[in-house]
């Protein structure tokens, strides 16, 4: 099983502010198998990232992914007061087919 | 665009079945996979099972003894039963499409809360 730490837990910053989000998996991956989402309180989660880079549908430039083998990270660039909600990454694998990040959590300071 | 609206009781006593529905709208079922995903209150997210129409299926091993997943086609739904639940299946249940060959889900319904109680 491929396990997915998020850090930090809790990230606290201001408007304005550049937000980096960490996805290491325990194993390398393949970048197509990696994807980010947002959730915000009382709501779904929603696509952000595919492919570890490609922005999905009406999503910000603002929010960008890279990463490779191990290692993945999200960039805000800039905070908006929109932005502040929980960030999971998820892998598409063998067994099980899915997992997610525990999250990370981006609070305004 | 697809929509999805998951539906079923809201309370389950201990021991008894979990069942749950996912009705879509905007799209055929027959297109993609089809997946439910859970969320403990304050924890974080867990794939249970994901379905495509014809009846392939693969589930989470670590649910795959209590988990059924189907798909009646006639109505655009997508089901989940959980067997012998416990309070450890008290979550929010989602079900989403399995888009992008199936990498990521995308769009996903808006959430069920189901509490496991007596």
């Known amino acids: 099983e491929i396990v997915l730490t998020q850090s930090p837990g809790t990230l606290s910053l201001s408007l304005g502010d550049r937000a980096t989000l960490s996805c290491r998996a325990s194993?390398?991956?393949?970048?197509?198998?990696l994807a980010w989402y947002q959730q915000k309180p009382g709501q779904a989660p929603r696509l952000l990232i595919h492919?570890?880079?490609s922005r999905a549908t009406d999503v910000p430039d603002r929010f960008s992914g890279s990463g490779s083998g191990a290692d993945f990270t999200l960039t805000i660039s800039r905070l908006e007061p929109e932005d502040f909600a929980v960030y999971y990454c998820?892998?598409?694998?063998?067994?099980?087919?899915?997992?997610f990040g525990q999250g990370t959590k981006l609070e305004i300071k | 665009q697809v929509q999805l609206q998951e539906s079923g009781p809201g309370l389950v006593k201990p021991s008894e079945t979990l069942a749950l529905t996912c009705t879509v709208s905007?799209?055929?079922?027959?297109?993609?996979?089809w997946s439910w995903i859970r969320q403990p209150p304050g924890k974080g997210l867990e794939w249970i099972g994901s379905?495509?129409?014809?009846?392939?299926?693969r589930y989470n091993p670590s649910l795959k003894s209590r988990v059924t997943i189907s798909v009646e086609t006639s109505n655009n739904q997508v089901s989940l039963q959980v067997t012998s639940v416990t309070a450890a299946d008290t979550a929010v249940y989602y079900c989403?499409?399995?888009?992008?060959?199936?990498?990521?889900?995308?769009?996903w319904g808006q959430g069920t809360l189901v509490i496991v109680s007596s």
């Open positions: 989403a499409r399995s888009s992008g060959a199936n990498r990521w889900f995308d769009p």
């Open positions: 379905v495509f129409y014809s009846g392939r299926i």
């Open positions: 998820q892998q598409y694998g063998d067994s099980p087919l899915y997992t």
């Open positions: 194993q390398n991956i393949s970048s197509t198998f």
């Open positions: 492919d570890a880079s």
């Open positions: 905007g799209g055929s079922i027959t297109t993609n996979f």
